[in-house]
């Protein structure tokens, strides 16, 4: 009698998998979404932190008598910390196809909080030279190589553990995560800066945000092992290690899922990362008022998730997210001429615009992608499809726009970038769209929108 899953694994979708499952217990699928979102919020916390207090950092690790070319040297340590993720994609999502989600996502917790607290404790230049801004790129790299084992992971898992019609509903856990981890880095920056001079915040007051992410991670292991696996039977496989089987079996996929990830991230670092140094940087404003206008931003943002989680489910998650990538489309240009206006009401309204519109187009995105695949190698898939956005578009995005205002000596220049990823993110929902929809139903012809 043949095996269930092998059989499931040789169609294009079967019985055995776990993300079409028609029916879920309610308390597993919370269970994953908890585990899923609050370690999604944890990572990106880490991960970010950095990026809040790059303007701080630059010149503890790049000192120049020029303070743009210390503003760019960090942020190009920014991208750098991108270098590694599609090879933790690989690692992790080899682990998570092989043994079990739970344990890979339990293993990118730890690594992140231990880089994330070397992080806090690496000397400066002025103690060790150039090998301070060795470590840190060191340290950089092992976060990114554990993100880039992260967002797949928690997006399949949650995927797997929920029901058809509540999907989007519980992925939405995944945006809430990040866009909660994101608006905590910056929170946690601004109070920072707001209680301590600026010399204490550059001498030493940079480190506590760092610190900070040990108990967190702590907290994160606890949840996470609560949750149960996802896949009882890990895949055996003997037609190769996952990452080969992807590029065999569904390489088309990839490249398409790939083009709406690359949209996703550069829309998105627009805002989680760029903004506070176009603000700070480029418009002047106060370093803390820019951290809490990030910090307003970003945690309204978590709203658009549960109202595009549940719309999603109702009338199809490509067709939630082709809307929400034209109005971002539409919308950056206005956005940004408000920042240009001096006044910090108009500001907070114009980031928080331009945040909810990418959590709207976000979350039926990162619901959707890892059910275009199968479930042997799913986890790698995924991890490698968010891997490729985030090095393409995530890493550059804030690099190449603040290039993009020295070059055109215009505060207004990212509007072009924002405008490129968001018709990118509109073209590939079209196409993801047509690929969900034979995926579940078994036909070459798409049926009403609203099943997709």
């Known amino acids: 009698m043949p095996d269930p899953e092998s059989v499931a694994d040789r169609s294009p979708r079967g019985t055995a998998d776990p ?44 000192p120049s008598d020029s303070p ?20 933790g994609g690989v690692i992790f999502g080899h682990i998570g196809d092989r043994y079990g989600r739970k344990t890979a996502l339990i ?16 000397p400066t230049y002025d103690s060790i030279g ?21 967002l797949g992971g928690s997006t399949v898992f949650i995927a797997e553990s929920t029901g058809k019609g509540r999907k989007a509903a519980y992925g939405a856990a995944t945006m809430i995560g990040i866009s909660l981890g994101f608006s905590l880095a910056g929170a946690v920056a601004g109070m920072v800066s707001a209680l301590l001079s600026p010399e204490d915040l550059a001498a030493w007051g940079w480190r506590i945000p760092f ?11 606890w949840l996470r092992r609560r949750a149960d696996e996802t896949v009882t039977t890990p895949s ?10 992807v590029f065999r079996e569904d390489a ?18 627009i805002g989680l990362t760029y903004l506070s140094v176009h603000l700070i940087q480029v418009l002047g404003y106060p370093p803390t008022q820019a951290y809490w206008v990030a910090v307003v931003a970003i945690f309204t943002s978590c709203g658009g998730a549960i109202i595009a989680g549940r719309v999603s489910d109702r009338i199809g998650l490509m067709t939630v997210a082709r809307g929400a990538m034209l109005t971002f489309a539409v919308v950056s240009l206005p956005a940004f001429y408000m920042m ?59 690099l190449v726009s603040f290039w993009l205002v020295e070059v055109a000596g215009s505060s207004l220049a990212p509007v072009m970038l924002c405008v490129l990823w968001a018709l990118i993110g509109v073209v590939c929902a079209a196409l993801v769209r047509r690929r969900l929809v034979e995926i579940e139903t078994g036909s070459s012809v798409p049926p009403p929108d609203r099943q997709a």
């Open 130 to 150: 150039v090998w301070a801004a060795v470590l840190l790129a060191l340290l950089r790299c092992a976060q990114g190589l554990s993100a880039g084992g992260e």
């Open 236 to 245: 055996k496989s003997k037609d190769g290690v996952p990452v080969a089987q």
């Open 340 to 398: 240009t206006l001096g006044s910090i009401l108009l500001v907070t309204i114009a980031f928080t615009t331009l945040m909810i519109v990418y959590v709207v187009a976000s979350t039926p995105i990162v619901t959707g992608v890892p059910m275009l695949f199968r479930p042997k190698h799913r986890y790698t898939a995924t991890a490698l499809v968010w891997n490729v956005g985030a090095v393409v578009a995530g890493a550059t995005t804030p």
């Open 211 to 221: 610190l900070l992410s040990l108990p967190l991670c702590l907290f994160c292991l």
């Open 68 to 87: 743009t070319a210390s503003v760019m040297a960090a942020l190009l340590l920014f991208a750098t910390g991108f270098v590694l993720r599609p090879v």
């Open 107 to 122: 293993a990118t917790l730890l690594m992140i909080g231990i880089a994330s607290g070397g992080i806090g404790l690496v």
């Open 252 to 269: 088309g996929t990839v490249l398409l899922a790939s083009g709406l990830a690359i949209a996703l991230f550069g829309v998105g670092y």
């Open 19 to 62: 993300a079409l499952r028609t029916h879920v217990d309610v308390a597993t699928s919370r269970r994953a979404a908890w585990a899923g979102g609050v370690g999604t919020t944890v990572e990106y916390y880490d991960y970010s932190v950095y990026g809040f207090l790059a303007v701080v950092i630059a010149p503890q690790f790049f």
